[in-house]
């Protein structure tokens, strides 16, 4: 035991340093603090001004996390070049947490930059550990982001590490982002996956890919196959929330067809396509699509109790009307027979599901659509029983139907100038604006980047640019070009003259003229405002020409072209079903050496049978050949309404092309696609 005299001087002693201990303890908790409180890893839901207020207000100790939100708030409200002089500001010296916020910041600027190659490189060095769970999900959202709504392996696994960092609203897009993105995916991209053996969720969305794939043309069948597969992988993210678009096929009923409203205008302008849409329609639902007999007459037309009968005057060549109301076929200019035209070469035959079957129960009747308003039309084929209206035909009564709140289901016609989405409306048309985007699609698939539009100087030509440049830059590629011609007799003027086309063109500006932003899982990463002009450019890197013109105009602007293109160019023709007409014969089809077409499938060799029975009906009258096709596919469609409204996936090979729907249901149509070689026309490989 220590003597008394000894505890005594050590307590002395300490008294002391207790008492200094305390009164620097008071001062520091007067002064200011040494560590930041500020937290950079969580949400920033502030606004810049506030942040930088803090900024203004703060010790050197807390500054630098002041202006990391501020620069994550700029940054979320589109004004870069005030977050690029913060991040100027910043000092040298920052700690690993601020250092690797400060990475996540830049990456987010590049994006909206549009440096998507500069973001993706800055993200790859950073390294999740460490992060917060907020830092997480932004990280992978910049992944998201960068990748551009490309599918990719890497875009996959971005959104998989992304799920279980998200909750609410946030969670449900992510499980639709991810199922959007593997459903785009090619079947080379999904046969050439490599994943890792431990990469169960991964494995488990693939395998519901697979489900649907096998079953989305039946979905009775695709309703067990989610359950079984939801069985089988009950801890996938996709298996507890199932992505919108195949939760809808839960709920999914076949639509009744038993009475089927057929609306077109049996008078007036627009007789003559009514016509030939009816025939097909017909033709479909009495099964006669299989055999090929002698042409037979017109019908005649059966309106519904209380409408006039009309009678079909047979098909004669229509010309081309400036109303919109009036074109529902691309390609309606005139034609003149030719036995000797040579057709294209049947394409190889696909699978399709049963479309074309006759059904003896459906009972349709027709109404005629020019002789009261449509409003009293759509009426009448309520009371009368309609389960379905196939039609109308012209713009006007489609946007009137649109706008009425009809309970039937309607398969409209034609297309709205603004498409409404209402879960009983489906809308079918034969349209320019469709035949673009469907090119679009299929140069982007040739690797072709540098597209010129050459136009006719028109509103057609206008509708034609518009759409594929639209559709053109949703796929990735930059401003189109576009170059405009006259009429026949200008055209012969510049061949005789020699002056030739230079291929050169014009920037064909379409809204988004700007820059587009993204919001992912609560990440807002604006696009900034650009005022640059657009510039003319050469074509001296162009790479291919989509060319939009009547067989007369380009029988003369592709030797026009050569005129002014080097025999060595490696620039690709294009041309839209306009071109494709009878009266073609070897001296033409030489001429168009190389040149690739588009056209609907029956008139590219599906059916030589059916083929040569409509051409001889409408008299080689392409564009009605068309518009029969359209009432084939019509009726195939009216049978099938509630799955192109309800499955994802659901696609018909019909007879204008292979037919899917948008989430809108606007009925896409990938068109066959041939190519004039050494004077025969051949399928495009």
């Not at 930059?113 to 992060?131: P, R, V």
């Not at 009809?406 to 603004?418: F, G, K, R």
Request: hydrophobic fraction near 40%.
């Amino acid at each position: 035991m220590l003597p008394s005299k000894v505890v005594r001087h050590k307590a002395g002693r300490l008294v002391p340093v207790l008492l200094a201990g305390l009164i620097l303890a008071a001062c520091s908790g007067q002064g200011p603090q040494q560590t930041s409180n500020v937290n950079i890893q969580g949400p920033a839901t502030g606004r810049s001004d506030y942040y930088l207020q803090q900024v203004q207000q703060s010790s050197d100790d807390s500054k630098t996390d002041w202006q990391l939100l501020a620069i994550r708030a700029l940054l979320k409200e589109g004004k870069y070049p005030q977050a690029g002089d913060q991040i100027k500001q910043l000092p040298q010296q920052l700690s690993d947490v601020q250092q690797q916020e400060l990475q996540l910041l830049r990456a987010q600027m590049l994006i909206g930059q549009q440096d998507f190659n500069g973001a993706q490189q800055l993200l790859g060095q950073l390294k999740t550990t460490g992060m917060s769970q907020d830092q997480q999900a932004r990280f992978y959202g910049l992944q998201i982001a960068a990748a551009q709504n490309r599918p990719s392996l890497a875009l996959l696994r971005a959104y998989i590490a992304q799920e279980p960092l998200l909750q609410g609203a946030d969670h449900q897009s992510n499980i639709d982002a991810t199922w959007q993105a593997m459903t785009q995916m090619t079947k080379d991209q999904i046969s050439n996956l490599v994943i890792n053996a431990d990469e169960n969720t991964l494995q488990g969305w693939l395998d519901l890919l697979n489900t649907w794939h096998t079953n989305s043309q039946d979905p009775e069948m695709l309703k067990a196959a989610i359950k079984d597969w939801q069985t089988r992988y009950p801890v996938n993210p996709a298996a507890k929330t199932l992505p919108t678009a195949l939760s809808q096929v839960q709920n999914f009923s076949k639509a009744s067809t038993s009475t089927i409203a057929l609306l077109l205008p049996l008078n007036g302008q627009a007789q003559i396509f009514a016509n030939a849409i009816q025939k097909g329609f017909n033709d479909a639902k009495n099964g006669v699509l299989t055999a090929a007999p002698a042409p037979q007459p017109q019908p005649t037309a059966t309106p519904a109790t209380g409408d006039a009968s009309v009678q079909q005057q047979p098909a004669a060549t229509p010309a081309a009307p400036a109303d919109n109301n009036a074109v529902v076929s691309p390609a309606a200019a005139a034609v003149t027979p030719d036995q000797n035209a040579q057709q294209p070469a049947p394409a190889p035959a696909t699978p399709a599901p049963a479309a074309s079957a006759a059904d003896s129960n459906a009972q349709v009747k027709v109404y005629d659509t020019s002789s009261q308003p449509i409003q009293q039309v759509m009426q009448q084929a309520q009371q009368d029983g309609a389960t379905i209206v196939v039609g109308p035909l012209l713009k006007s009564d489609v946007e009137t139907v649109a706008n009425s709140n009809s309970p039937l289901n309607v398969l409209a016609l034609n297309e709205p100038e603004q498409i409404q989405n209402h879960p009983n409306i489906c809308y079918f048309a034969l349209s320019p604006e469709d035949e673009a985007r469907d090119a679009a699609h299929h140069m982007w698939d040739q690797g072709k980047r540098q597209p010129l539009l050459l136009l006719p100087r028109n509103s057609y030509g206008d509708r034609v640019g518009k759409a594929f440049a639209q559709e053109w830059q949703t796929l990735g590629g930059s401003t189109v070009l576009q170059q405009r011609f006259g009429s026949v007799g200008e055209l012969k003027q510049g061949i005789n003259s020699g002056a030739g086309i230079n291929l050169s063109g014009t920037p064909l500006i379409v809204e988004p003229a700007q820059p587009q932003g993204v919001s992912i899982a609560g990440l807002t990463i604006p696009a900034p405002q650009t005022s640059t002009p657009a510039t003319d450019t050469s074509g001296g890197s162009l790479d291919s020409v989509y060319i939009v013109a009547s067989q007369d105009e380009l029988q003369l602007i592709k030797p026009m072209i050569a005129m002014r293109t080097s025999s060595r160019s490696n620039i690709a023709l294009y041309a839209s079903s306009r071109s494709f007409q009878a009266g073609a014969g070897p001296d033409f089809r030489l001429e168009m050496d190389g040149l690739q077409f588009s056209d609907i499938p029956l008139l590219s060799g599906s059916n030589p049978a059916l083929m040569q029975q409509a051409a001889k009906s409408f008299n080689n009258d392409y564009s009605l050949v068309r518009l029969y096709a359209m009432g084939i596919d019509a009726w195939t469609l009216a049978n099938h309404f509630n799955q192109m409204r309800q499955v994802p996936g659901f696609a018909i090979d019909g007879k204008t092309g292979k037919l899917s729907a948008t989430p809108d249901c606007v009925i896409n149509r990938k068109l066959a696609w041939n190519q004039y070689r050494q004077g025969q026309i051949v399928p495009v490989q």
